[in-house]
T-cell receptor, first 111, second 115 residues
């Protein structure tokens, strides 16, 4: 079935700390994973993606880790800034034409 | 600015009514996706078009329909509206299909309130 979920609905961190947002997926056939950021009042925005033949991918201040053994995905944000406050969604694709999104984790960055 | 334009931004209507939401994709993008986002819910995939053809369907109700026109803009029609249809409806576009790239460009959404 289609099931992409988040371990925690909310996450609060101090400015400057590193943030880790987790995501579990249930479809072992999923081969492509994406993280999106949604700021208040806006549409989701692509952050980073990773394919199933990789374990790790780095972007600017963000790193996505994929553990296929336990079907777990995480997004790490280094030196979290107030502008990182948003809802973060993971999404998966398993060879279909659509992305299945999880429910999201709300990240709050405290000054 | 993602380049995806959605109209109207806000819409208030009554139960039983019919509304049309419009989406203009980024210039050159062939794929259009529709998602529904309810309060405290994630993004629920509704339907996807590629170059005018329906390519994938999600949990789209029979009361809902969509199409993509030759100029690639898309419309989502919601009929016999119920209170539970109140939500944010997002349109997204991409040049390629979702399996090739997950980088969808989302509009700012149309907020539908059904009273």
């Amino acid at each position: 079935g289609e099931s992409v979920g988040l371990h925690l609905p909310t996450l609060s961190v101090q400015e400057g700390d590193n943030s880790i947002i987790n995501c579990a997926y249930s479809n072992s056939a999923s081969d492509y994973f994406i993280w999106y950021k949604q700021e208040s009042g806006k549409g989701p925005q692509f952050i980073i993606d990773i394919r199933s033949n990789m374990d790790k991918r780095q972007g600017q201040r963000v790193t996505v880790l994929l553990n296929k053994t336990v079907k777990h995905l995480s997004l790490q944000i280094a030196a979290t800034q107030p502008g990182d406050s948003a809802v973060y969604f993971c999404a998966e694709n398993f060879g279909s034409e659509k992305l299945v999104f999880g429910k999201g984790t709300k990240l709050t960055v405290n000054p | 600015d993602s380049g995806v334009t959605q109209t109207p931004k806000h819409l208030i209507t009554a139960t039983g009514q019919r509304v049309t939401l419009r989406c203009s994709p980024r210039s050159g993008d062939l794929s259009v996706y529709w998602y529904q986002q309810s309060l405290d819910q994630g993004l629920q995939f509704l339907i996807q078009y590629y170059n005018g053809e329906e390519r994938a369907k999600g949990n789209i109700l029979e009361r809902f329909s969509a199409q993509q026109f030759p100029d690639l803009h898309s419309e989502l029609n919601l009929s016999s509206l119920e209170l539970g249809d109140s939500a944010l409806y997002f349109c997204a576009s991409s040049l390629f299909l979702a399996g090739e790239t997950g980088e969808l460009f989302f509009g700012e959404g149309s907020r539908l309130t059904v009273l």
